[in-house]
């Protein structure tokens, strides 16, 4: 049997006296993938920066279960121009995902490097270890912070449009290496989608939002529903 591994009980979020989303609940258990569809502006990315620490609910509460904590979350945000011409190399920037997990000591321990060096050739992107993350392509670059993520934790994943940007052959093959990470790892997955189609065809759960909830549930029972219908035939 599944176990629960997250709980958001009527979450508010807010900026200044502006409301941006209102009494949203969901729950996930464990090795579910759960896509985040919705028109631009409803407040999906607000939920998700939530979701990983960065913001606070203005209402309600966000449980994560037992043996759980805000560092066994992976984040992969939505990359600015910055961000995208940062001088380390991959190999350092993959590495750096182990930092995530709270512990005193100030370097990286061999499992720090096995685990870095495990996700990265399941990414296929050993051979780029040593080149600058600046150098790198838009596909290879998602890669490399996939792979930072999956360092951060095998537990929960939170993806921000992790396609933003991307040709439709990188497109499809993330979303396959995330197909495959939820499958390999039983892990949690957490993602913001504006493919809608591709969602229902990868997720087991959708979370549709307008700055409420307008559906959660099972993506049969979504791609089945008025609002479901509505916006995949939009």
Do not use: W
């Not at 995330?178 to 809608?196: A, G, L, P, R």
């Amino acid at each position: 049997m599944k176990k629960p591994i997250i709980k958001c009980r009527d979450i508010s979020l807010g900026y200044e006296n502006m409301t941006v989303l209102e009494k949203v609940s969901f729950e996930l258990n464990e090795g579910d993938y759960l896509c985040v569809v919705g028109e631009n502006g409803a407040g999906k990315s607000t939920l998700i920066k939530c979701l990983a620490g960065l913001k606070k609910p203005t209402e309600g509460e966000i449980v994560f279960s037992s043996g759980i904590s805000r560092s066994d979350v992976g984040y992969l945000p939505q990359q600015t121009a910055i961000q995208r011409d940062f001088p380390a190399s991959v190999r350092e920037v993959v590495m750096s995902g182990c930092l995530n997990h709270s512990r005193l000591i100030p370097f990286y321990t061999k499992a720090d490097r096995e685990r870095a060096a495990r996700h990265m050739e399941e990414l296929g992107i050993t051979e780029l270890a040593d080149r600058s993350y600046r150098e790198l392509s838009g596909g290879q670059q998602q890669r490399v912070l996939l792979a930072r993520a999956l360092c951060a934790s095998e537990k929960l994943l939170i993806l921000d449009e992790p396609v933003t940007g991307l040709d439709p052959i990188v497109t499809a093959e993330i979303y396959e290496i995330i197909k495959e990470v939820n499958q390999k790892y039983h892990m949690t997955i957490i993602m913001v989608s504006h493919d809608v189609k591709t969602a229902v065809r990868n997720a087991n759960k959708i979370l549709h939002l307008k700055h409420t909830a307008l559906f959660f549930g099972s993506t049969e029972e979504y791609v089945r529903s008025t609002t479901g219908r509505e916006f995949i035939g939009g």
